[in-house]
């Protein structure tokens, strides 16, 4: 169905009056920056909530099929609310690893009933998913993982840890990549993928600490937890291609993500702010060429970002390497958020050494916070040196080193 630009119009006008009179209020607590760091139950429910009442107002999952919860409408309609979600500043769809990864794989690869089990509480936010596919000494090396998943009968049998579970303590579900056969002819043929409940005797979930004080990833035990061959998504020994197929969601390669963004990102027109703020030689900051010059540099960073992902959508220009705009996406853009905070943060002088919570500390020490948190998503999904490398092998043709 294709939409008229009066249609368009119109609609982004609904979109924008929608949004004016439901945006949330400041909750009066710190929100979390992205799905990575909800670490506290007021954090949670209100993000909860919000999805829901985004989701029951028809502006997620639009593009998704009807009979499963979706909207049943075209693409274009979910991309014009996810630009507005994001322009306002709205707090992001918290239930990302559903909305976004697990979600899309069973619409594509799962049976009638995981598709009709799954995807409805995926977008309202009642089941939060997690990934578990790091292990403490397999995280890059994905082909490596060592958990054990060992047939009993109809059931399988898991046995060891992941690790980073972001969401984990909530999550009433998990994609698990698991070890079906330790003797394969090769590490990748002996894995198999499975969609698992979490609340089972035997899974066990730590939450850990981070370098900012808050929580939101986990350490998940297994001890032999029991969980149905129902499980098992794609053949067992097939995980690898199932898990590719997940990263290939997850780091944008591939479209049919539910919508909704996923973390709360700088934009440069706050840093511009902060400048205006921040004081150097006792002058704003803004007034100092070299500060306006590298601000000027961000500004045209960002803007192509935005137009290289309005590109990637169009066809005709993508054809020749379907992927290869989507790909570098989040390569280019997780370290351009690093690299704007680390630029905030210069901009601060000795004021940057201020944390979250001291009265001294500009915009509330946010800065410092986002910054830590800026380096998330350089290493979740992949970190940026594996994210160069596929971009070298696949889209470049490079030898593998
Ligand atoms: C905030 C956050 C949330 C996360 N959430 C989840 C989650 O929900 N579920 C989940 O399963 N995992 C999650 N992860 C884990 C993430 O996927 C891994 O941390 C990541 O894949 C890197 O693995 P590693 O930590 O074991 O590092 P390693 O693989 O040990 O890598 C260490 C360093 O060596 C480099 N390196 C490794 N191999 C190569 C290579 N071949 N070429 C060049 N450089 C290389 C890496 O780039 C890195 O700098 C999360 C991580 C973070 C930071």
Redesign the pocket.
């Known amino acids: 169905m294709s939409l008229s630009k009066q249609e368009l119009d119109e609609f982004r006008a609904e979109v924008h009056a929608w949004f004016e009179e439901n945006a949330p209020a400041d909750p009066g607590f710190l929100l979390p920056i992205s799905f990575?760091?909800v670490g506290t139950d007021e954090q949670f429910y209100f993000l909860r909530d919000w999805q829901r009442k985004v989701y029951e107002a028809g502006y997620l999952g639009m593009a998704w099929p009807k009979e499963y919860g979706g909207g049943g409408k075209p693409q274009i309609l979910q991309d014009i609310v996810t630009r507005e979600m994001v322009r306002r500043q709205v707090p992001f769809m918290f239930n990302t690893?559903g909305l976004n990864w697990a979600g899309p794989l069973i619409l594509n690869m799962g049976t009638e009933q995981n598709k009709k089990d799954y995807i409805p509480g995926i977008l309202s936010g009642d089941d939060v998913w997690?990934?578990?596919?790091?292990?403490p000494?397999?995280?890059?090396?994905?082909g490596n993982a060592q958990l054990k998943a060992e047939r009993d009968g109809n059931e399988f049998v898991l046995n060891g840890s992941?690790?980073?579970?972001?969401?984990?303590v909530h999550a009433k579900y998990m994609i698990l990549l698991a070890r079906t056969n330790a003797h394969a002819n090769n590490k990748y043929e002996g894995l198999s993928f499975f969609l698992i409940p979490m609340r089972i005797p035997g899974i066990e979930v730590q939450p850990i600490r981070?370098l900012t004080g808050e929580y939101?990833?986990n350490q998940t035990f297994f001890t032999d937890a029991r969980i149905p061959e129902s499980c098992l998504i794609g053949k067992e020994g097939g995980g690898w291609q199932v898990a590719m197929a997940t990263l290939a969601f997850e780091r944008g390669a591939v479209g049919g993500q539910a919508g909704g963004h996923s973390m709360m990102s700088k934009d440069v027109s706050e840093v511009v702010e902060l400048a205006r703020k921040a004081q150097r030689n006792g002058r704003p900051a803004i007034e100092d060429p070299l500060i306006r010059d590298q601000l000027v540099q961000f500004i045209m960073e960002q803007r192509t970002l935005a137009l290289n992902s309005a590109r990637s959508k169009v066809k005709a220009l993508v054809s020749e390497r379907p992927h290869s705009i989507a790909m570098s996406g989040k390569l280019v853009g997780s370290e351009f958020q690093r690299r704007l905070n680390q630029f905030a943060l210069k901009l601060q002088g000795a004021n940057a050494a201020y944390y979250v919570g001291d009265e001294n500390a500009y915009d509330r020490g946010q800065w410092q916070r986002s910054y830590f948190?800026a380096?998330?998503?350089t290493?979740?999904?992949?970190?940026?040196?594996?994210q160069?490398?596929i971009i070298g092998e696949r889209v470049l043709g490079l030898p593998k080193?």
């Open positions: 990575m760091e690893i997690c990934q578990g596919f790091s292990e000494d397999h995280g890059s090396d994905l992941k690790i980073w579970t972001s969401l984990g981070k939101g990833f948190n380096f998330s998503a290493i979740g999904g992949g970190t940026s040196e594996i160069h490398n080193s």
